[in-house]
């Protein structure tokens, strides 16, 4: 009876760490949310995004990669740890098949591994460039809506290895942390839309004071012929 009594204290026990740390991480989405709401520009909620990408799931970097439809290729738009070349983080293009982030694109499917060189996907020349290590990775797509409300695969977060603070810096990413960066994902992509949608507002605005000035300009030619 005690070994029982010590098992479902233990289970509440993690029962109650669970919800806990649930209820901490869902504080954490809803701040990060509000503060992707507050970005005007773009690169300020790319930024933002891959921090909280990053400290969401206890990694050590994250990338935040684009879809350029022109060129068919996939390329950085912000990247944590490559060197900075001129004070510019130099840019990475891939082909969008290539490599495990353009497997998620390509797919639609999220990727989780816990050791990157056991997979046939991953392409280590990065790593060989920089002396950095790759293990764990974490691979999700960034999806957005069309105007005709099909979903439309246009980039995709990567996270790759545990941070030395993380509770275990050789444990997979969960399903849990997946859903997370899903969500993020989500955010990220509303983020974007509503740059866009505030540039857009502008152009009109400045676009309605050029045509008020074009009509002011004529009624006083008007007046004066």
Known sequence: NSDQLNKLNSQ?????????????TSQQL??????????????????????????????DRATLWLVDEDTNELYTCVAE??????????????????????HVVCS?????????YDCDKFNPSIDRSSGYRTRQILCVPLLSKTSGGKQKIVGAIQVVNRAEKADSISA????????????????????????????????EKQQSLMQLKQMQSQLQRARTD
């Open 172 to 203: 997979a990413f969960s399903k849990s942390e997946e859903q997370l960066l899903v969500t993020l994902g989500e955010q990220i992509v509303g983020a974007v839309e509503h740059c866009h949608n505030r540039a857009s507002s502008e152009a």
């Open 12 to 24: 509440l026990q993690e029962m109650e760490d669970r919800l806990r740390d649930s209820d901490s």
């Open 81 to 102: 740890g490559l060197q900075a070349l001129n004070g510019e983080v130099k840019e990475i293009r891939i082909d969008i098949s290539k490599g495990i982030v353009g």
């Open 30 to 59: 809803l701040e990060f949310a509000k503060e992707l709401a507050t970005k005007s520009d773009l690169n300020e909620v790319f930024e933002e995004a891959i921090r909280d990408a990053r400290h969401l799931v206890q990694a």
């Open 108 to 116: 639609g499917e999220t990727f989780s591994c816990v050791d990157a």
